[in-house]
């Protein structure tokens, strides 16, 4: 490593003159007196777009190491360090709606008509990183798919345009998924392993439900009907009909292939081969947890200041927030495969010729 040819001064380093120069209220040129609130509400969302500036720092290299064609068992580490710092930045952002809330609602009204039209809606960063992980237009609530892009100007649209048409963490976690080397080999077939313990275990839960002596034939009848939802659902990840057909109801977004890879992992998490990518799967379940943990905290934040007033940004407020708090999710086939999971004494024994191999790096 070389040395610094010249001496390193804080302030210039961080660029303090530019960046403490930064925080302009605007309600001081409209009134007498500046609102005192206003540079906290200043300050709040610039904190918050450093952040999302780092967060995205980030998120891009995940991606660029999630586009290698043969994700290197190497870079799970890399991938898990970096998606774990975006997780703990998250709490921290999540903390700070409460030093915003210090401010009350008649505090916010002294400044708040000098800020219309301008809304969270035009936070590009924010738009960025829900992209990024994989909430495209498609996915977003009615009034969202148009709405917030309307109130965008031509160069941030086109921007944002652009990043929809790239593949998302999303996109990039499904295709690693799908090529999950192991499902299928010559000696062992892990989809029909699966299958056939699946059944053996509702088989066991049907005889349990039939030979418990206590329960009335009304409960009796009642337990079985939610065994043979179960066993429906169970059905999906087998037959590509009832798949597609859950897919369009909006129960599954990823494919069949990905959600079979993932139970997989899922299952044989204590083996050495899949303890990093069960990791990993566990953080980006993490980051849609702490996301949708911020979009609710805000959402009633959004409540407490504005009681049922609408947006600046022309949305009906907190009840258009709470919707995207329900909907706008990343990973929720993630938070899913809880469903698929079969208890460990029933998991089919991996043939030792295949824990061998799993030694083995991971292509
Ligand atoms: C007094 C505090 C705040 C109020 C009253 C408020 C209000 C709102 C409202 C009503 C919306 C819906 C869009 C609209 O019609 O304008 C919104 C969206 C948004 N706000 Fe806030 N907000 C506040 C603070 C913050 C802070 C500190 C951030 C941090 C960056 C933030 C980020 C966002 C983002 C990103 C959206 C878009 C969300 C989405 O489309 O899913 N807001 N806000």
Same mark, same amino acid.
Request: hydrophobic content about 35%; charged content about 25%.
């Given at each position: 490593?070389?040395?610094?040819?010249?001496p390193?001064?804080?302030?210039?380093?961080?660029?303090?003159?530019? #960046?403490? +120069?930064?925080?302009? $209220?605007? /309600? =001081?040129?409209?009134?007498?007196?500046?609102?005192?609130? *206003?540079? &906290?509400?200043?300050?709040?969302?610039?904190?918050?777009e450093?952040?999302?500036?780092?967060?995205l720092?980030?998120?891009?290299?995940v991606?660029?190491?999630?586009?290698?064609p043969?994700?290197?068992?190497?870079?799970?580490?890399?991938?898990i360090?970096?998606?774990?710092?975006?997780?703990?930045?998250?709490?921290?952002?999540?903390?700070?709606i409460?030093?915003l809330?210090?401010?009350?609602?008649?505090?916010?009204?002294? #400044?708040? +008509?000098?800020?219309? $039209?301008? /809304? =969270?809606?035009?936070s590009?960063q924010?738009k960025?990183? *829900?992209i &990024?992980?994989?909430?495209?237009?498609?996915y977003?609530?009615?009034?969202?798919?148009k709405s917030?892009?309307?109130?965008?100007?031509?160069?941030d649209?086109?921007?944002?345009?652009?990043?929809?048409?790239?593949?998302?963490?999303?996109?990039r976690?499904?295709?690693w998924?799908?090529?999950?080397?192991f499902?299928?080999?010559?000696?062992?077939?892990?989809?029909?392993?699966?299958?056939?313990?699946?059944?053996?275990?509702?088989?066991? +839960?049907?005889?349990?439900i039939?030979?418990?002596?206590?329960?009335?034939?009304?409960d009796?009848e009642?337990?079985?009907?939610?065994?043979?939802?179960?066993?429906?659902?169970f059905e999906?990840?087998?037959?590509?009909?009832?798949?597609?057909?859950?897919?369009?109801?909006?129960?599954?977004?990823?494919?069949?292939?990905a959600?079979?890879?993932?139970?997989?992992?899922?299952?044989?998490?204590?083996?050495?081969?899949?303890?990093?990518?069960?990791?990993?799967?566990?953080?980006?379940?993490?980051?849609?947890?702490?996301?949708?943990?911020?979009?609710?905290?805000?959402?009633?934040?959004?409540?407490?200041?504005?009681?049922?007033?609408?947006?600046?940004?022309?949305?009906?407020?907190?009840?258009?927030?709470?919707?995207?708090t329900q909907?706008?999710?990343f990973?929720?086939?993630?938070?899913?495969?809880?469903?698929f999971?079969?208890?460990?004494?029933?998991?089919p024994?991996?043939?030792?010729?295949?824990?061998?191999?799993?030694?083995?790096?991971?292509?």
């Amino acid at each position: 490593m070389q040395k610094n040819t010249s001496p390193c001064y804080y302030g210039e380093y961080l660029q303090l003159d530019k #960046f403490l +120069d930064s925080q302009h $209220p605007v /309600s =001081g040129q409209y009134q007498a007196h500046e609102a005192h609130d *206003e540079m &906290l509400f200043i300050i709040v969302h610039q904190a918050y777009e450093l952040w999302f500036k780092q967060i995205l720092h980030e998120l891009n290299s995940v991606l660029s190491a999630f586009h290698q064609p043969n994700l290197d068992a190497n870079n799970y580490g890399k991938i898990i360090q970096r998606l774990n710092r975006i997780n703990e930045i998250q709490k921290l952002l999540n903390q700070q709606i409460g030093i915003l809330e210090t401010m009350t609602p008649l505090d916010f009204l002294d #400044f708040r +008509d000098y800020l219309v $039209p301008a /809304s =969270g809606f035009q936070s590009i960063q924010f738009k960025e990183i *829900e992209i &990024l992980l994989g909430l495209k237009m498609e996915y977003r609530i009615n009034f969202d798919k148009k709405s917030f892009y309307n109130r965008l100007n031509d160069q941030d649209r086109e921007h944002l345009m652009n990043l929809e048409g790239q593949p998302s963490l999303f996109d990039r976690l499904q295709e690693w998924l799908e090529r999950m080397p192991f499902l299928d080999q010559a000696n062992f077939s892990f989809v029909e392993a699966y299958k056939t313990a699946v059944s053996e275990m509702l088989q066991h +839960d049907l005889e349990i439900i039939e030979g418990v002596e206590y329960l009335s034939e009304k409960d009796r009848e009642f337990q079985k009907k939610d065994l043979e939802k179960t066993k429906q659902t169970f059905e999906a990840v087998f037959d590509n009909e009832t798949f597609d057909h859950l897919t369009k109801d909006g129960q599954f977004r990823m494919s069949q292939k990905a959600l079979m890879g993932a139970i997989f992992i899922n299952l044989y998490r204590d083996e050495p081969a899949f303890q990093q990518p069960y990791l990993l799967l566990e953080k980006l379940i993490d980051i849609d947890e702490e996301f949708t943990q911020w979009r609710y905290r805000h959402t009633v934040m959004v409540h407490r200041m504005l009681g049922t007033k609408i947006g600046t940004g022309g949305s009906s407020g907190h009840d258009y927030l709470r919707q995207t708090t329900q909907n706008n999710r990343f990973f929720k086939d993630l938070f899913n495969l809880s469903t698929f999971l079969i208890p460990r004494s029933s998991l089919p024994a991996l043939p030792e010729s295949l824990k061998k191999a799993m030694g083995l790096r991971s292509e």
